[in-house]
């Protein structure tokens, strides 16, 4: 049996409608994984869902929990492998898209990390469009979070180094680990490849608490860039009034 390359970990709570296609999308993937899904003790169907998936999965639970970093971090402390990641239940790769990320992890083993191109996926409508991402650079990723990060994939070593995610944060905590892994270990790397697909529906978190994400977000720069760009600033009252109207 060959052993895994990726540790993957599932968070997932009441995401049963999409829980299955982030999981097929997974095990699809022509790489070696052991992946552990997390769940908080969903009301859905999504325990139906999981077990139907059991037999290929190096681990599950459901049961409530202290939140989205935990539980990711918990289902990584559990795995083995040298890269490590986490998929949300309502986003999923593309195909090919896990061994693009792998094969350049390896082939830059002075990186802490890779990130590709993901397009958002509008629920509602079904229409796709490019997720803002950007090749690395402190100074933009200072005005915005230009990782998307269904789309990337981690050294366990680094992972390790940094600590995994803070649990404290509840809605920019991949934002946060990028900066950490940056400041530790140096600049993540960009691939210029579509690798996954971000789901946008009306029930995630970026929708439902615009101003608690706005609010972590400029918390983390300030913590690691040490003040806020005006940017963030001006743009607030569109991300979180204007477009909480809007839809």
Same mark, same amino acid.
């Given at each position: 049996?060959?052993?895994?390359?990726?540790?993957?970990?599932?968070? /997932? &709570?009441?995401?049963? /409608?999409?829980?299955?296609?982030?999981?097929? !999308?997974?095990?699809?993937?022509?790489?070696?994984?052991?992946? &552990?899904?997390?769940?908080?003790? /969903?009301?859905?169907? !999504?325990? *139906?869902?999981?077990?139907?998936?059991?037999? @290929?999965?190096?681990? =599950?639970?459901?049961?409530?929990?202290?939140?989205?970093?935990? !539980?990711?971090?918990?289902?990584?402390?559990?795995?083995?492998?040298?890269?490590?990641?986490?998929?949300?239940?309502?986003?999923?790769? $593309?195909?090919?898209?896990?061994?693009?990320?792998?094969? *350049?992890?390896?082939?830059?083993?002075?990186?802490?990390?890779?990130?590709?191109?993901?397009?958002?996926?509008?629920?509602? /409508?079904?229409? @796709?469009?490019?997720?803002?991402?950007?090749? &690395?650079?402190?100074?933009?990723?200072?005005?915005?979070?230009?990782?998307?990060?269904?789309?990337?994939?981690?050294?366990?070593?680094?992972? *390790?180094?940094?600590?995994?995610?803070?649990?404290?944060?509840?809605?920019?905590?991949?934002?946060?680990?990028? =900066?950490? $892994?940056?400041?530790?270990?140096?600049?993540?790397?960009?691939?210029?490849?579509?690798?996954?697909?971000?789901? *946008?529906?009306?029930?995630?978190?970026?929708?439902?608490?615009?101003?608690?994400?706005?609010?972590?977000?400029?918390?983390?720069?300030?913590?690691?860039?040490?003040?806020?760009?005006?940017?963030? =600033?001006?743009? @607030?009252?569109?991300?979180?009034?204007?477009?909480?109207?809007?839809?």
């Amino acid at each position: 049996m060959t052993a895994p390359l990726v540790t993957i970990a599932v968070p /997932s &709570f009441n995401q049963g /409608s999409f829980l299955n296609d982030a999981l097929a !999308s997974i095990f699809s993937q022509d790489v070696p994984v052991e992946v &552990f899904v997390l769940d908080g003790g /969903s009301s859905d169907n !999504s325990v *139906e869902v999981i077990r139907t998936w059991a037999h @290929q999965l190096a681990g =599950w639970r459901s049961h409530p929990d202290a939140g989205q970093a935990a !539980s990711i971090n918990e289902g990584i402390a559990q795995g083995k492998a040298p890269f490590v990641c986490w998929l949300n239940s309502d986003d999923y790769f $593309l195909p090919e898209g896990l061994a693009k990320l792998l094969t *350049e992890l390896q082939a830059h083993p002075e990186v802490p990390a890779v990130y590709g191109r993901a397009w958002n996926l509008v629920q509602a /409508s079904g229409k @796709q469009y490019p997720v803002w991402v950007e090749p &690395f650079n402190e100074r933009r990723l200072a005005l915005r979070c230009i990782i998307s990060q269904p789309a990337t994939l981690i050294r366990r070593s680094a992972w *390790e180094t940094v600590g995994g995610l803070d649990p404290a944060l509840h809605m920019a905590m991949d934002f946060d680990l990028w =900066w950490r $892994l940056y400041r530790h270990l140096g600049p993540l790397r960009f691939l210029d490849d579509f690798v996954a697909i971000n789901r *946008e529906h009306a029930d995630t978190k970026t929708k439902t608490q615009r101003r608690r994400h706005y609010r972590e977000a400029m918390k983390v720069v300030r913590q690691h860039y040490g003040r806020i760009p005006l940017k963030w =600033w001006l743009a @607030q009252p569109y991300a979180v009034w204007y477009k909480s109207i809007a839809g």
